[in-house]
């Protein structure tokens, strides 16, 4: 499974029943999916004067889960790409975000010169939930769009280096 | 005579009905209803019912291997090793608190050291049947100390595989020798099935699931009942043959196994433990109600304990240790499992009242604890 790498993701097993993920969100509750050994997906959201409770559990279907994933936008993306990561083995897949005022805001992906420069490929950009697909070398970045980057491990910790401006 | 069987059978069904819906309502388990109906319509009870014996027992040792074949099910091997590798130090503690009151009291008792060793296993193994009702009905399946409880539950359904085959061993009372090769052989065994099953079990589990729905019950309960009663010819327990099998069928297999035995699991494993309670005498209750009150109290302190350690291994706050300790205290399934290893084997008249008892008080006792820390958390909901 595919996450941007900022926010760190749980993985605990429940043995007999399935999977948990889970992450603490910026706000301090706890939330997270668990993917049940027969079939669906249950969503939790913790309280907040109890990280440990669940205060909220609502079991879903696998298509009401893919609808969901849809709402919450390009994460659909990543849903599609995880088959990508598993298919080549030695590339990798990582999340690079451009914030406001960095030096790419406002120019273009050409500007970058990304590939040449790091061997990584911009292979889709994310903007307020919508998907860019392939975008040209003529594409501009806004301030918080999401790039979807495929490359080595090192291609890519340079790619995030060179957008952030670092040297 | 032949005529009355379908009639009470029937009847006795019924009764399990409505048992089982007053218990869903409640979120009960209906295990300590069962037990109490068979108490009521054994011979010795108030109400004795004269239903076939030997269709109650066969049905009641089915129940037994499908109760531990399906716990097979729900697991695969990698869980187990990998609860076994995260909670060892919950589990350690766990057999240490809670295996000692049952055995010390049965040595009190003067009882002879394999009844005591029935007991302690009685006192040890929590249910994971109601602990795991608990979690989904109340929806705690995403808590923290969740994991915790799952954890200690996965090592006693592995401590209790060996657990089995030793206890089949002293229950023969063969000598210590034969008794030492007894155990080697059941350990030796669960190595074998665990390692095989993780090399072989997803061909296992493809041959078994090819055709119709029917042969595929079919198939799998032979299986079952093949290595079960193989198990049993070597002296290792029928039901840690099923256990292991069940280890082996994963995956899809797992969940089609699961569809189609969970109803005759749920069908025999209520024969099993109305058939517990029908040989159960309530006039022998009494005397032994002193020694079960006090084990009742010790055994759910000791659980607590368990759960409040494991809860805080798992880094779950002071609430959440408090929910993970009263999930463990019932006491169900696998307790009646092994006490009806001592009925079998005659060898303490008390042991199968005490037990009886031990585990009613529990599997009430549990689910109120547990009911009373979720209405704790109702309380100051959203304050």
């Known amino acids: 499974m595919i996450t941007p790498r900022d926010i760190p993701v749980d993985r605990t097993p429940l043995p007999g029943v399935g999977l948990r993920l889970e992450l603490m969100a910026a706000d301090g509750n706890r939330l997270g999916v668990i993917h049940l050994q027969q079939g669906g997906i249950e969503l939790f959201i913790s309280r907040s004067d109890d990280p440990d409770l669940a205060a909220a559990s609502v079991t879903l279907t696998p298509r009401e889960a893919a609808t969901l994933i849809e709402l919450f936008g390009g994460s659909s993306f990543s849903h599609e790409l995880s088959h990508l990561q598993e298919a080549a083995a030695g590339v990798a897949v990582d999340w690079l975000t451009i914030e406001h005022g960095e030096p790419y805001v406002a120019r273009s992906l050409g500007d970058t010169r990304l590939r040449t420069r790091t061997g990584v490929s911009i292979v889709a950009v994310v903007r307020d939930g919508s998907v860019e697909p392939s975008p040209t070398p003529q594409f501009v970045f806004a301030a918080g769009d999401v790039l979807v980057a495929v490359g080595t491990a090192d291609g890519l910790a340079r790619a995030g280096a060179l957008i952030r401006g670092e040297p | ?383």
């Open chain 2, 1 to 383: 005579m032949r005529s009355l069987f379908l009639l009470e059978l029937g009847a006795v069904l019924l009764a399990l009905t409505f048992l089982t819906r007053a218990a869903g309502r409640f979120s009960f388990s209906p295990i300590p209803l069962y037990l109490v109906l068979g108490l009521l319509i054994g011979e010795h009870g108030p109400v004795p019912l004269d239903v076939s014996r030997e269709f109650i027992d066969a049905g009641a040792e089915l129940g037994a291997i499908l109760l531990l074949f399906l716990l097979g099910v729900e697991y695969s091997v990698d869980e187990l090793t990998a609860g076994a590798r995260r909670a060892y130090v919950s589990g350690t503690v766990d057999l240490g608190l809670n295996f000692l009151p049952g055995f010390l009291v049965g040595v009190l008792l003067d009882w002879s050291i394999p009844a005591a060793f029935l007991l302690g296993g009685v006192t040890y193994i929590s249910s994971s049947g109601i602990a795991a009702k608990l979690l989904r009905d109340l929806g705690w399946m995403g808590n923290r100390e969740t994991p915790a409880v799952l954890s200690v539950l996965v090592i006693e359904d592995l401590v209790m595989a060996v657990y089995l085959a030793v206890a089949a061993a002293l229950v023969l009372g063969v000598g210590a020798g034969a008794a030492m090769s007894t155990l080697l052989g059941a350990v030796a065994l669960v190595v074998v099935v665990i390692v095989t099953a993780g090399r072989f079990g997803p061909h296992l589990s493809r041959l078994v699931f090819i055709r119709s729905d029917e042969s595929v019950l079919l198939g799998l309960l032979g299986i079952v009942l093949t290595v079960a009663g193989l198990a049993e010819r070597v002296h290792v327990s029928a039901g840690v043959g099923a256990f292991l099998i069940g280890l082996a069928v994963s995956g899809d297999a797992a969940h089609r196994a699961g569809q189609l035995l969970g109803p005759l699991r749920d069908l025999f494993g209520a024969a099993f433990f109305v058939f517990f309670g029908l040989q159960v005498d309530p006039t022998e209750i009494p005397p032994v109600l002193v020694p079960a009150l006090a084990l009742i109290v010790v055994a759910a302190a000791t659980k607590l304990v368990t759960g409040w350690v494991a809860g805080r291994r798992f880094g779950a706050g002071p609430r959440g240790r408090r929910r993970a300790a009263a999930l463990l205290v019932a006491r169900g399934e696998f307790s009646i499992i092994i006490a009806e290893l001592g009925i079998e084997s005659g060898l303490e008249p008390q042991l199968a009242p005490l037990a009886t008892t031990v585990v009613l008080g529990l599997a009430v006792l549990g689910p109120i604890l547990v009911q009373v820390s979720a209405r704790a958390e109702k309380s100051h909901e959203f304050a």
